[in-house]
């Protein structure tokens, strides 16, 4: 069979800021994740004759280069630029972060010509552009547009994103609950500084375990066959008591410590985890989930979730199915044929998700207790969704804050059923408060709404997905925690049945990430109980963390009620709640905050009677009251704030603060910051500004508030 005869050729090369040229071959490049530098498209005419006004659109497709190219000013990141042949003159002009159009003017482009396009030409003083954070198998396509006809122009360039070799963070998992002599396993993870797991890691982790562990080796090693990932079955614990094991990468300072592993003799309910708002192979509109690759399979993403996780639960879906109804059938099939191959009960229950787009009242998640027929087009109105679907027995719709919160002018459903407090865009504390004050009585859970990351992995520095960025007046979008959270559903048994009546009687709490034990009484109801309560009740609130608990706070109603500041990382807080001595409110909840910036929600429990009780005369503060803390000029701060400034002058964003405070030097999960205070000139109010200078282009992320709970909506601002 004769190849097609294509127009163009095309090569991609890549110009690290740090190395030497990566030359693409055979339509493939291979480069690492993060990495600075400067992509170069080669494009010579393979035609006899190119005529003008005709247009070469180059698109990606399941690879992001930056959140927006631009052509307007070369000092700034992800400058582009097109030069051809001759100098002749060839227009460039760019379409957000998916494609790139040239357009051939007045002189024809004849064969032989050449062009190069440059993603993040440096040549005038820009940092460059990006490598991708997420380990992925991207594509590059050229299309020839002559009038009405579009045309294929040349092969496909395959670009493999790898992983980084270094290990950046070691992760280990088991349950939150076990029982004495009950046999478990343990996932150790090793990840890179963009938590992409090392497949080809070779070395070893020498564990440390407390008395009472049986079933561990002192020392775990990884060859080829294990790809960055190991599970370590039969492990079990003698006593009662809180557990949490240790590993020390060999020959490295690079450490590692499980979750608290709770043993109990026998446990009411246990803790189990996982992601119901996550996506996969399935998007018409975003083009980063676009090609059916190995790591986008509907299938491979519960393998993800359950590998790299440790997940009990998974709800991986499409995020924008096409409205063709060919490719609609074939995209839900897929995702059904995933959920026969995971169904385990007693070790894995998938269910059935996607996102709705309904348009100006906000995004939903749609998840389904059972396997179902394709549900009906994203894009239908908001009450016809919540017609279709909102008092079903088996199906229950997600509030989330991804692409668009809730605006209830439009149109109020009679219930929310599930609230994402947390997801890789933001923590939302704000959006659980908004549903609060509507009267609606929810589940809550923290959810990736993960895009090309791995399903399950650790929280990680993501570019251009923050939610302080392009709509709050920004040149680009600030940086976003591309994976991690997740929800914790509190149930008797590892069944279908068992997670969804948890679902339905709210028994849930979120985190951002890391598998904090958290377990409430109040005065005999727990988490997302509506509780027949006395006036004075007592309240024992148990939380074992993964870190430094650095703080504890309760919520009543609208206000913070009162602190606790444990500064350990195991804690049990006795409250005597008396409603008359309380903020007002007719709802509480628990708020906790690790040293690493890791944090975790409980549903609220709800006053049965529904009367707002409490001490009306105090003026309490409210529930997102923030203070500034204390600031740090040391000489290391300083070099840092120099250089946000320079960055912040560079790229435009400057005018958007008022002073630059340094606050110091934090250690997070996702990794090291400098820390920053400011407040926005737009709005008149306080944010902090962190800037993680590990890698090779810092990345920014930008919160309201001092604190980071999301402390007013991301999307519409303190005046929202």
Known sequence: MSQPQYPLDFQVDFEPTLGEKITGKNNRIEVVSGTAGTWLLRLRVLEKRIEPGTQILWERYNIQLAHSLQTADAQRRDYVTAERTGNAPIEVDHSGEKAITLTVRDTPLLKG???????????????????????TRGRFALTLIEGDERRSAAPDVIVDNVHHPRPACIRLLGPSVAMPGEHFHLSLVIFDRNRNVI??????LELDYPHGSTGLPGIVHFGPADRGAKVLSHVTLSAPGVYRIRARLTGGDLVGASNPIVCHEQPAVHIYWGDLHAHGWGDCSMLLMHDRTEKMEPADRHRQGRLYGRFDYGAPGAMAMTNEQAERQET????????????????????????????????RTLIFREKTGIPIDMREPTWRVYEQYGNRDDAMLEVHIGGAPPYYEGFRPENEQLVEVCSAFANAEWLMQKCLREGFRFAVTGASDLHVGLMGAPRAVEPFRGRFGSNMGFNARDSGHGS??????????????????????????????????????????????????????????????????????????????????????????????????????????????QANNEWAWTAPVWFADGETRGDAAREWPAWNHTQAPAPDRGAKIEQHLADLEAYLEREGDREHFGEITPIGIVSESVGAAARFISMSTKHGYPVTIRWFYEFEIPKLRVDWGYDFFGPIDCWRGPTG
């Open 332 to 363: 839900w099939q897929a995702y059904l044929d995933a959920f026969d191959r995971h169904d385990e009960p007693g070790r894995y229950v998938p269910f059935m998700a996607m996102e709705m787009h309904p348009g100006p009242d906000g995004d």
């Open 199 to 204: 497949e080809d890691f070779h070395g070893s």
């Open 113 to 135: 010509d050449e062009v190069i396009v440059r993603i993040g030409d440096r040549r005038e003083g820009s940092v460059g552009s990006e490598v991708f954070w997420t380990a």
């Open 484 to 593: 991690g959270p997740v929800g914790a559903i509190m149930a008797p048994e590892l069944t279908r049945e068992a997670l969804w009546a948890s679902l339905r009687e709210r028994h849930t709490y979120a985190t951002s990430g890391d598998r904090i034990f958290v377990s409430l009484d109040a005065g005999g109801h727990t988490m997302g109980d509506i509780a027949e309560l006395p006036e004075r009740f007592d309240i024992d609130l148990t939380v074992h963390g993964q870190d430094t608990i650095e703080r504890i706070d309760l919520i009543v109603g609208e206000y913070l009620a009162v602190s606790l500041s444990p500064n350990m990382m195991d804690a049990q807080w006795h409250i005597d709640f008396d409603r008359a001595t309380m903020p007002p409110g007719t709802w509480f909840y628990f708020r906790v905050k």
